[in-house]
């Protein structure tokens, strides 16, 4: 049993409060709706819209209950205009808003309406029999629903669905750019994801990277060689802790196995789910309250949104080959990386990027010294790993896609500074907590 299932069978039949505004709720909350991503096989960069959009509705909930301690995101991010305000003369319990809203707008922005409807009905159940006035129930859901229909108003205006019909990713033949990788061979993921508005950055080149190394796999003392050999003999050698450090941080949504003629999908986190559940860790190490804890979901998930926009315009600016690709072709057909090759361009890392911008926004709400042990992973056989700080996680992730094959050392290097560059860029300049300007 839980540590939240023992805290529910323990209450009272009029100790709703004590459910509902248990700050392990909420991230219980956000780890619903990532099994439910999961379980959808969206992609990572999909997958952060729906914590992005999902997580500023549970903030602004809880930023419209106190408004003396939480600063709404209003004219903060890109086109904004805010929730309706609280109604005035009902009583309405904004911890469960909170709740209500972002599951109302999870379900919303990419799936289909409902998906999230029994989880929502099993919570309004929880509310009800431990004592939640039924007014108070109906002021708490007309408000959630209010505060969830402004922010998936918002969402409708930042190009997602334009780019569902945009055109398809053009492959060439020319030498250097990305092609298809083993085994799925499948197109290139969201080639337009550059055209969707970012929520603090100005525009998806505003840290546009610099270019990398120069095709040339002939010219041994050229460092594009060199980067090529040093990630082909890093993977003919890696020791079982480069190992369990790629396969801990590999994250891959849709893995295809291949077992002589069998083929089968197999699922896990994605690179902003892996970090939502370390929000979600690190809220209960430092026993946040349930503002903070809801502030740091949402600061985590719109810095995630915006670094991936920033590196998807570095992808397909650049449309660099995959290790994979230049080895195969150049110098051993028989070679491969140690995970999966995900399929869209090399430069730069998609999860360093994501997860150094990541790193920057939790330290900028919990501190740069929390230590704590990540088992993200343990639901998917892999042991868990332990970290001095977000920032340590986030160059071992930075070690993690080198270590699997999937991406050259510079580009990790690379990546990992802008993803920085990002995410300090959102901790800056969102104002959120009052009391703390940086929070």
Known sequence: MTGLAILISSCKKNDYQQILHNPELY???VHELNSVVMGNNFTPVVASRNYAYATVAGYEAIAAGYPKQYQSLAGQLNDF???????????VDFEYAAILAFCEVGQAVTFPEGSMKYYIDSLNTLALDHGMPEDVLANTQAYAKGVAGAVIKWSKGDNYLRTRSASKFTVTSEDGRWIPT?????????????EVRPMVLDSASQYRVPPPPKFDVKNKTSKYYQEVMYIKNTVENLTPEQKHIADFWDD?????NVSGHVQFITKKFSPPGHWMSIT????????ADFGTTVCAFAKTAIALFDSFIQCWDAKYHYNTMRPETAINKYLDINWRPYLQTPPFPEYTCGHSTVSSSAAEALTSVFGDHVAYTDTSELEFGIESRSFSSFRAAALENNWARFYGGIHFHN??????????KVGELVSNKL?????????
């Open 81 to 91: 205009k805010g929730v309706p305000a609280a109604p005035k003369g009902k009583t």
């Open 411 to 420: 580009s990790c290097q690379v990546a990992h500074y802008y993803g920085k």
């Open 431 to 439: 104002i959120m907590k009052k009391s703390a300007s940086k929070l």
């Open 252 to 256: 891959n949504p849709g893995k295809m």
């Open 280 to 287: 979600g860790i690190a809220a209960k190490k430092v026993h």
């Open 27 to 29: 991230s219980s909350t």
């Open 182 to 194: 083993p085994p799925m061979y499948a197109q290139a993921v969201e080639p337009h994801w550059m």
